[in-house]
């Protein structure tokens, strides 16, 4: 079972920036394409971000796009989401997904389905 460890939650103020990592085991890290889901109460859960397995490509989600950066940190296997100007609908339990990959470049994958590995989550609540 690959166990992916999601970090960096906390409260943060609407319009304040905030960073979160998901820690991989290397082997996974370095053959899989990874993503940042989250959801809120009451909500299903949403697409974020994504990253290739190579991380040349990213895709985001229409409402974080110039706000949130998905990067991959090769020295730690961690994928980072970037998290700034944050607003008051972004607060939700955000998760990390990996799923291995044929295709390293240039792949990104939006769907839930299409990962096979979850995080556990963590919370990112947002006050006003």
Excluded: H
Excluded at 5 to 12: C, D
Excluded at 16 to 41: D, H, I, K, N, V
Excluded at 50 to 68: L, N, P
Excluded at 80 to 93: E, G
Aim: proline share 5%; aromatic share 10%.
């Amino acid at each position: 079972q690959v166990q992916l460890v999601e970090s960096g939650g906390g409260l943060v103020q609407a319009g304040g920036s905030l960073s979160l990592s998901c820690a991989a085991p290397e082997r996974t890290f370095s053959r899989s394409a990874m993503g940042w889901f989250r959801q809120a109460p009451g909500k299903e859960r949403e697409f974020v971000a994504a990253i290739s397995g190579r991380g040349g490509s990213t895709e985001y989600t229409d409402s974080v796009k110039g706000r949130f950066t998905i990067s991959r940190e090769y020295a730690k296997n961690t994928v980072d989401l970037q998290m700034s100007s944050l607003k008051p609908d972004d607060p939700a339990v955000y998760s990390c997904a990996a799923r291995s990959s044929r295709t390293l470049y240039g792949v990104t994958y939006s769907r839930p389905q299409e990962y096979a590995y979850w995080g556990q989550g963590t919370p990112v609540p947002v006050s006003s």
